[in-house]
């Protein structure tokens, strides 16, 4: 069974602190996906990253950045000068992947970790 | 504009009534999910659809039920059954071979 372990219940930072977000991964699959998502006072899951189980470069987007690492099953998130728009939810998902190496689209998510930026 | 939407955004059930949640896409996708969400237990998925009439069951699908009758719709209701239906929930769509887009969701109380 997949399983999906964000150890931080809540992080409180103030604005322009880096903040990393934790996420630990069990699965038997050997192909599978990764992702982010990051959940507003809205509600409304955003999609932030996906990363498949043979791409381990790290990757960064603006302010964002993850390091996937698949020797401790890890997929961090860092948050490099955080803003008080990143008060959020954020939520680490794995999807297993299907004969054709594509995701079926079932999520096992993390119960998440929710940010807090004070100004 | 393409998306998803769900309704209503909030919906207040009585004890041992069934209801009936929204969700329609006109992204012409044909994978639909359900997930439910729980204070401090992320989400956890219901039921799922890849094809028109064609639905499976997710992790916790006792007492709830879908249809999939077209493409751009899939209903999901909460039927008697379900002793605790307080929670907020969620339909997405899978974009592509990976990307789930999710609705702004549904939030369910029982009163």
């Known amino acids: 069974a997949q399983k999906v372990t964000q150890a931080q219940t809540e992080i409180s930072v103030v604005e322009k602190e880096d903040v990393t977000l934790d996420c630990v991964y069990e699965?038997?699959?050997?192909?599978?996906?990764l992702f982010w998502y990051k959940q507003p006072p809205s509600g409304e899951l955003v999609f932030l990253i996906r990363r498949n189980s043979f791409d381990e470069q790290n990757e960064i987007s603006g302010r964002y950045s993850w390091n996937f690492q698949k020797s401790t099953s890890s997929f961090n998130f860092t948050i490099t000068a955080s803003q008080v728009v990143d008060s959020a939810v954020y939520f680490c998902?794995?999807?297993?992947?299907?004969?054709?190496?594509?995701?079926?689209?079932?999520?096992?998510f993390g119960q998440g970790t929710i940010l807090t930026v004070h100004p | 504009d393409g998306g998803i939407t769900q309704s209503p955004k909030y919906l207040f059930r009585k004890e041992g009534q069934n209801v009936t949640l929204s969700c329609e896409q006109n992204l012409n996708h044909d994978a639909m999910y359900w997930y439910r969400q729980d204070p401090g237990q992320g989400l956890r998925l219901i039921y799922y659809s890849q094809i028109v009439n064609d639905f499976q069951k997710g992790d916790i699908a006792e007492g709830y039920s879908v249809s999939r009758e077209k493409k751009e719709s899939f209903p999901l209701t909460v039927t008697s059954a379900q002793k605790n239906p307080t929670a907020f929930y969620l339909c997405?769509?899978?974009?592509?071979?990976?990307?789930?887009?999710f609705g702004q969701g549904t939030r369910l109380t029982v009163v």
């Open positions: 997405a769509v899978l974009l592509g071979t990976v990307k789930a887009f």
């Open positions: 998902a794995l999807s297993e992947a299907n004969a054709g190496g594509t995701s079926y689209g079932k999520l096992t």
């Open positions: 699965t038997r699959d050997t192909t599978y996906y």
